[in-house]
């Protein structure tokens, strides 16, 4: 029976505090339609023990073209498939259940009480009697008998283990739920989660003990990615808030149908609330200014200066570089292939992380200090101008060296495999092979190819093979010139460069080195104030004559002229003299390079230590010290 009329939902009370519960009609026939209708609540008032109590539901939206209808008050709601599936199996044969689901809980058409309430959200999840999982409305037998024994548990370990390992083959884990964004925050704040397939449910600390029996001797080492996974957000149970930055790092890329969400659902759980001048939950903003207001804030946050950060991001001896931190969390994805009105300094969270390397180690000159307001970031336009060096343009790109990702597995993180252990040593020597060739210390038919050859002879490993056939091409067809370290300067060995899952490439000024991918001839390597490390800019049309962006771009070009003017940009903390270097900058106030950003780079002597050694000489730089804009 369908009504045809639409539910007019009512405006919450703006307090903070006010919610809608669902009060779901019971019937004994799971086909009859979802009736109910919906009371306002005080989350305050629901600690107090005989007020009434509602279960929470968690679950996954799933496709928004599949709809259904419950009707509130007689009148129609659409939601999704998903959810009218989750409400049937939740639903009570003889009493009414009171149930909190966003999708019928908070009106959908109201950006206002969409970003008022998503704000609550882990107040709404930790305030419920209990929290319902729910993970697919047809289990299939090897998931209901493993429910039934997370219910009944029996004290055979054989039946355990049976039951266990089939409902792990049965890609239990590996269900939407277990990847969305918006379930790790409900799960980790409620007081008494359940998970339920179908019409069967069983507590999650029972389920979580199943899904990690491994049988008799319970190996921790053993335990899948998936299981992993559930352990990770089980220990978030109960434990310390996260800071901000760290939460979007470890859960960037997870599912999501609006991806303001992978910020905006991590928020109540995160300390401190440090996040709060820079935005808020507000749907009203686009993509773009949510990502951006984020990478202001980290930038902002993260102070290298201040050396209490460090703890919090790699337990580094050294403060924090904000703006390297924005570095690390950028992926080297082309420029046409980024989020319409998302700075390419701002990192698009909504993506899976590229696979990255480990690095051997970094240049040792984290503890150099800059200038206090370096780079203006204002916020009324999404641009970042600062002071930097450029050294030369990318003239020849090699081949991308595999990162052989697969080949990886076995490490823990810490220590290396010997499969990673060869291949990275095996790249070195071709780095240092492909050096001496280009200063002239080898013959030119001298195989600079040979120890990776060995190792591909060795792991045969096909991807590698048609590296080493294209490498060798381009060493034929673009034989490397490249330069001689100045006398004083200490040459960066291959260890330090991050190769695998990059380009070989030469600049311009004959230097030899790592880029992105997504990299091309003619891309500026340049440092800039205040990234230690090189990074590759491409040339961006500018804004236009005139336009009011020009004129903003001017007005903040002034204040970083006034803010690097005699500023100590290079500290020399660990010099024998202890004089700090002083560098001029922006005396013209002429923007030199307006651009977007491509990647991090890595490149023999190029990197901020190498500037402050040359502060007080001729540095060899192509062009600087100048303003660069990136958009």
Known sequence: MRYNYPYVYQSLPNDQDTIRVLHLFPTPDHASPLKGTLRYAKLSALEDEFCDKYTALSYVWGDASQTSIIYIDEKEVVITASLSLALRDLRDARRTLSVWADAVCINQQSIPERSSQVTMMASIYSRAEHTVIYLSSKPTREETDFLELATYRSQNLDHISAVSSAARKSHMLEKPWFHRTWTFQELIVSRDPWVQMGRKRAKWADFLFLSLWNGKHQQPNALSPDQLKLVEMDNARGGAKRRLLDLLQSRRGMDVTDPRDVVFAHLGIAAPEDWKPFFQVDYSKTLGEVYTAVARYIASTYSLSNKSQSRYYGGSNWGVNGFEILLDNLDDRALASRRQGLPSWAPDWSLPRRPKTWRHGSHGIRNWMFPRGLPVMPEDVSIMISVGFGFGTIEKLGPEVPLLKERFEGGDGQRETPFQTEYI????????????????????????????????????????????????????????????????????????????????????????????????????????????????LRAAPGAPRGSKLEQQIQKQTRRAIEFSKGADVAAGLGSQDGQLGKIPLGTTGNVTFQCSFVGQAEFQDIHWGYVCQRSQGTMDVKYGPELFVLY
């Open 425 to 536: 040593k095996a790249l070195e020597d071709l780095h240092e092979g492909i050096y001496q060739l280009g200063i002239g210390a080898l013959r030119s038919d001298h195989d600079v190819l040979k120890p990776l050859r060995h190792f591909q002879a060795q792991y045969q490993v096909s991807e590698l093979q048609m590296f080493i056939n294209e490498c060798s091409r381009w060493l034929l067809l673009h034989p490397p010139v490249l330069k001689r370290p100045e006398r004083g300067i200490i040459r960066e060995q291959p260890s330090q460069l991050n190769l695998p899952g990059c380009r070989l490439a030469v600049t311009s000024t004959g230097r030899l080195g790592s880029a992105p991918v997504e990299s091309r001839v003619g891309d500026v390597i340049a440092v800039l104030v205040p990234f230690c490390d090189p990074v590759v």
